[in-house]
């Protein structure tokens, strides 16, 4: 695909049906069967093959194998993976870095009092044609990747603020407690759009447990956190 410094890989995996919590069983497990997952690389050799045989390829520095067109096909037919090569040549004291994104679109996040609810980032766009989830996660994604460098100092500058603001209300101990906290609250959170009040929407999903989110027990010690940093996503979950 063509990005916005040249162009770049893009790989993609998703199941052939994408039925939509369309197995009674899945809603006992912690991971859903729909959507589709990405790689988006720039300057690197890129490809979807057999996993052994991608291993054993890059193991021996050697070229990564040609996309497999087998597909689809059950996953245990040779397990596919996604995988990505990049060489960094002679490397001095100071090294090098290589990003690479990850995206997951997974097109319906929620079923909601049997409204189907989008994932944030698509509101306005319910449909599940792998090409317009193509297009979209390609855009997204370039555009994540191309300002890489100043979300990661937004992120630092969040990250040494909260614990700042945990310091001075409660000293050091408090704080790391606190940052452990602030993890734990938004690591399993989902923000969904509401089509029919035209708003976001926050769901808590607790861990290892079955389908049912934002439970009492599970709101209530998120609450405090929420409150702090966005009384209004607190309104929403």
């Given at each position: 695909v063509?990005?916005?410094?040249?162009?770049m890989s893009l790989l993609r995996a998703g199941t052939a049906s994408q039925t939509?919590?369309?197995?009674p069983g899945r809603s006992t497990v912690d991971q859903i069967d729909w959507g589709y997952y990405y790689i988006l690389a720039p300057t690197a050799?890129?490809?979807?093959?057999?996993?052994?045989?991608a291993r054993a390829a890059f193991a021996k520095a050697g070229p990564l194998p040609p996309v497999d067109s087998v597909q689809p096909r059950a996953v245990d037919e040779g397990w596919p993976v996604l995988a990505?090569?990049?060489?960094?040549?002679?490397?001095?004291?100071?090294?090098?870095?290589?990003?690479?994104?990850?995206g997951y679109d997974d097109v319906a996040s929620m079923e909601f009092f049997g409204d189907r609810m989008t994932p944030y980032f698509r509101r306005g766009n319910s449909s599940a044609d792998p090409e317009v989830s193509a297009e979209l996660m390609?855009?997204?994604?370039?555009?994540?990747?191309?300002?890489a460098g100043d979300y990661a100092s937004q992120c630092d500058a969040f990250d040494a603020g909260l614990?700042?603001?945990?310091?001075?209300?409660?000293?050091?101990?408090y704080a790391e407690l606190g940052s452990l906290a602030y993890r734990q609250v938004t690591g399993a959170t989902k923000l969904v759009w509401n089509d029919k009040l035209g708003k976001p929407y926050?769901?808590?999903?607790?861990?290892?447990?079955?389908?049912?989110?934002?439970?009492?027990?599970?709101?209530?010690p998120a609450a405090p956190m929420l409150m702090y940093h966005s009384p209004e996503m607190m309104r929403s979950a």
């Open positions: 063509d990005g916005r410094d040249g162009p939509f919590n369309g197995d050799t890129a490809t979807a093959a057999n996993a052994s045989v990505v090569a990049h060489s960094f040549g002679t490397l001095d004291d100071e090294g090098d870095t290589f990003t690479l994104l990850l390609t855009g997204l994604m370039s555009s994540a990747l191309a300002s614990f700042d603001e945990l310091s001075r209300a409660g000293g050091e101990k926050l769901f808590i999903k607790e861990i290892s447990s079955d389908g049912d989110v934002s439970t009492v027990d599970v709101l209530f």
